[in-house]
């Protein structure tokens, strides 16, 4: 069955560094987003992705955070320089507009210290 | 305002019993999907229930869907220690941007 595949697993860092997390969405989906989830608290919209550009996001996307699919396959989500507050599992997830069904990646767990 | 919110908040119950989630949304919907969420690990999908149906089955797993009350029932028949989990409800959209908006979710607690 496909899947959404995130990297790194869990990824550690200072205070006001920047960070890349990496998804592979699956081939045949066109709609890309991004949610987090920080510790024992609900799952957020961030950023949604289609046609190659941003299509909505979210307050909580601001001048820090950015999105790419570089070349065709990968998408990422950067953080330019990352808070305290940013800490959370980040989650990649593609749309079946076929069926109206998401598939989400296992996440990320970003540490930020 | 808020979209799927569930209750109970947290649910314990002995194996082999049924367990039942409710979820409540505010505005029209294109479909509700129901995940299930391990501790610190990623959300995997359950069941994908659509506006225009009342229930659905999969397995141990019943959904169904009342649009007139805007609500949604989650029901895992014989539970098992397995089942301990986080369930979260989900709506989507398709006018809105396509996003799932998730509820706050239920804490499954199922005893051997």
């Known amino acids: 069955e496909p899947e959404v595949t995130q990297t790194p697993s869990h990824q550690v860092t200072q205070m ?11 081939s045949n989906h066109l709609y890309f987003y991004w949610y987090r989830q920080i510790l024992g608290q609900k799952v957020e919209f961030l950023v949604s992705f289609y046609n190659n550009e941003i ?17 065709g396959s990968n998408f990422t989500l950067k953080i330019r320089s990352t808070k ?30 | 305002s808020q979209q799927g919110e569930e209750d109970p908040q947290a649910l314990s119950i002995q194996e082999g019993e049924n367990a039942t989630m409710n979820c409540s949304y505010k505005t029209s919907i294109n479909n509700l999907q129901w995940y299930r969420q391990n501790s610190g690990r990623g959300l995997v999908h359950l069941i994908l229930i659509r506006s225009n149906e009342r229930e659905k089955h999969s397995g141990r797993l019943r959904v169904t869907l009342d649009t007139s009350k805007k609500s949604s029932s ?10 301990t989990a ?27």
């Open chain 2, 86 to 112: 986080s369930y979260f409800c989900a709506t989507l959209h398709l006018e809105y941007g396509n996003k799932l908006v998730f509820g706050a979710g239920t804490i499954l607690r199922v005893k051997s």
């Open chain 2, 74 to 83: 989650l029901l895992i028949t014989a539970s098992r220690a397995a089942d």
């Open chain 1, 55 to 71: 299509s909505e996001k979210s307050e909580i996307f601001d001048d820090q955070f950015s999105v790419e699919r570089p070349d």
């Open chain 1, 84 to 113: 305290l507050e940013d800490s959370a599992m980040y989650f990649c997830a593609g749309l079946d507009r076929d069926w109206g069904g998401y598939t989400f990646g296992s996440g990320t767990r970003l540490t930020v210290v």
């Open chain 1, 16 to 26: 006001g560094q920047e960070v890349i997390l990496r998804c592979v969405p699956i």
